[in-house]
């Protein structure tokens, strides 16, 4: 998180980007707890931000715990969210 620290701060949409990025790795490390902690944050920062790559990366990312976390209930949380939440565009 130290790098990200580094992201100017009106750079909002570039930080979920990163943050994301950071919750797939985490997925891909077998961390599912870990990814959803750092993709809520990214939803946080998200809420004002419009964008197709954006919605796009959070349905991904929601949709692959799903499939490899079936059993994790922040996983489904998280899924949730994106789904009540993020637009695709």
């Known amino acids: 998180m ?25 997925m891909c490390q077998r961390e599912p707890r870990e990814a959803v902690e750092t993709a809520n944050l990214a939803l946080g920062y998200a809420a004002g931000v419009r964008s197709a790559r954006v919605s796009r990366r959070f349905h991904h990312l929601a949709v692959r715990g799903l499939e490899e976390f079936p059993k ?14 993020v637009a695709v565009m």
Request: glycine share 8%; no cysteine; charged share 30%.
């Open 2 to 26: 130290t790098a990200l620290d580094g992201r100017e701060r009106f750079y909002v949409r570039s930080r979920v980007l990163d943050l994301l990025g950071l919750a797939s790795v985490r």
């Open 72 to 85: 994790v209930a922040e996983i489904s949380q998280f899924a949730e969210r994106v789904r009540a939440g």
